[in-house]
């Protein structure tokens, strides 16, 4: 099959599929090598579109003394066809320090931030790209190499969405996605077409080349149609994920609130989804707020789901691009880290001590409430087994009195397990994460002359039930109007 019978049908599902009007202008994205230069000479000079809604696009990456004769090399192929086109130059070295990105990241990035802006400009309907099969396999196994998902494994998608968050684009077309890199090579002999030599393409200090000169041709040596097979790969992978996306995409706007500079969930509903869903949800909750250039990795990933799922009010995450992930009482909340935070934590509305009646309760600022009983019937199962991190159940002597109050300077306790080894409880609510502005008035269930229960963290060795304990209560902590 010629590559006008490919290139062809292809177009047409993209009109109808994005859909594109029919007197769509196109970006063609143009670096002068042999794949670009066989897609820009089949759309144009094969008449495949109308020659005048083509817009040459090439940037000038400055990464090589050779790029600026093949950016004036793409300009003179592009006046010689008679087509519009456009040259810029990015200082990608520049940006990449800037941003913190690797090189590639930051080529990545400008590439199509240059794409996005032109298209807004000159009204394109979509940019086509020149990506063909032995890039597609190269892709599944770099992202193999990295670490990846579904995502990853799908490769290149041949209609995508415009690829950088937070900026408005076109959507990608890969005509060439399914073409070996062979058929593009007859193709411009044919046409006798004579593209660039990008000796950085030889350059194996760079894992894609190391991947397309090394790797590859090794595990052709296991199975010669491992390209095939890589492809074959990114097909069952991009039929599964675009099944997932569907349920994340439910998922997402049932329990989701996203906010201009944050995203907000409820973690109990989060907690009942399948495994899947919860790493779906919690990624593009997170990365809805990064920039383009930015990945979040797998393991970045696991201790953020930990955290939502097993942590307490009040603690905290650092995560990639500066952002925080804060625990409320039945919320998690990701925002930048100097965003200031609306969860609710449990605060005291003064620095008095307030007496805890037995039975009985007290509110706090906020809604917050804690509450009293006297245990009558001691289960010591029950209690060595408490999965409520905002209950405790503490011996008191019979008629002592139970307080609460903020930590006192200098105050230390001894928690639960460690037989009576000491902390302060400064050091504690620093390791518990419980934010700085929050520990002041964070509530301190006490006896009269040392601490029982650091509300929401940790109890006191002292205030332990034993099996001769004659009062015990059970005090636990609530807010009485959470917030979403």
Not at 83 to 97: G, K, S, T
Not at 114 to 130: D, K, M, S
Not at 224 to 251: F, K, N, S
Request: contains cysteine; aromatic residues 8%.
């Amino acid at each position: 099959m010629s590559l006008t019978a490919r290139v062809k049908p292809f177009l047409d599902h993209a009109a109808a599929t994005i859909p594109l009007p029919p007197d769509s202008r196109f970006i063609v994205g143009v670096s002068g090598g042999v794949d670009s230069l066989a897609l820009l000479h089949l759309l144009a000079r094969q008449q495949i579109i109308d020659p005048s809604r083509l817009i040459v696009a090439h940037l000038n990456h400055g990464l090589r003394p050779q790029a600026y004769a093949e950016a004036a090399y793409v300009q003179s192929v592009a006046s010689q066809w008679g087509l519009f086109y456009v040259v810029d130059y990015a200082n990608i070295f520049e940006l990449a320090q800037n941003e913190n990105w690797t090189v590639e990241e930051a080529a990545r990035y400008a590439r199509y931030r240059f794409f996005g802006l032109l298209a807004q400009e000159q009204n394109a309907a979509a940019i086509l790209l020149a990506h063909h099969a032995d890039d597609q396999a190269e892709t599944v196994l770099l992202h193999l190499l990295r670490g990846t998902g579904p995502a990853g494994l799908r490769g290149m998608l041949p209609i995508a969405p415009f690829p950088l968050p937070h900026q408005d684009g076109p959507s990608l077309l890969r005509p060439l996605l399914t073409t070996p890199r062979t058929d593009l090579e007859q193709y411009c002999q044919q046409h006798q077409l004579t593209p660039i030599q990008d000796e950085s393409n030889l350059d194996t200090q760079f894992q894609r080349n190391r991947i397309r000169h090394e790797l590859l041709p090794l595990l052709e040596s296991y199975n010669p149609q491992i390209r095939g097979r890589l492809r074959d790969l990114a097909d069952i992978m991009g039929a599964d994920e675009a099944l997932l996306r569907q349920y994340q995409a439910e998922a997402y706007a049932q329990l989701v609130q996203p906010q201009t500079e944050a995203v907000s969930f409820a973690r109990q509903p989060w907690r009942e989804l399948p495994l899947s869903l919860r790493r779906r949800l919690l990624r593009q909750g997170i990365e809805s707020l990064l920039d383009g250039g930015r990945e979040l990795s797998f393991h970045v990933l696991e201790q953020a789901r930990h955290l939502v799922e097993t942590g307490t009010v009040g603690q905290q995450m650092s995560l990639p691009g500066q952002l925080r992930l804060s625990l409320g009482y039945e919320t998690a909340r990701i925002a930048a880290a100097n965003t200031p935070s609306p969860l609710s934590f449990p605060q005291l509305s003064g620095p008095d001590a307030l007496l805890l009646p037995v039975p009985g309760q007290i509110s706090l600022a906020d809604g917050w409430i804690i509450q009293s009983e006297l245990v009558t019937e001691i289960n010591l199962g029950r209690i060595e087994q408490n999965p409520n991190p905002w209950q405790a159940f503490v011996a008191i002597d019979e008629g002592e009195p139970l307080w609460l109050r903020p930590r006192r300077p200098g105050e230390r306790i001894q928690p639960l397990g460690l037989n009576g080894q000491s902390q302060t409880i400064k050091k504690v609510m620093n390791e518990r994460q419980i934010p700085a502005p929050a520990r002041g008035r964070w509530p301190i269930l006490a006896a009269d002359h040392y601490p029982l229960w650091i509300v929401g963290h940790i109890m006191d060795h002292r205030g332990r039930v034993q099996p001769h304990s004659r009062t015990v209560v059970r005090v636990w902590g609530f807010e009485s109007h959470p917030s979403i």
